[in-house]
């Protein structure tokens, strides 16, 4: 079928399909580390005022 009158034989996904998408499993180590990152910062500030 012709794309530009947007009609095509292919099947589509849904729109809950469209929005999976697959994470590294690495990725809750980063958010760990950041988290903990942010809360030594905090530490280090609030320590770090008289």
């Not at 690495?26 to 320590?47: D, E, K, N, Q, S």
Request: no cysteine; aromatic share 8%.
């Amino acid at each position: 079928m012709d794309r530009r009158a947007g009609q095509s034989s292919e099947e589509h996904a849904t729109t809950t399909q469209a929005r999976q998408a697959i994470t590294p499993h690495r990725l809750r180590y980063m958010l760990l580390a950041g988290i903990v990152a942010v809360v030594l910062g905090f530490l280090a500030v609030y320590f770090m005022i008289p």
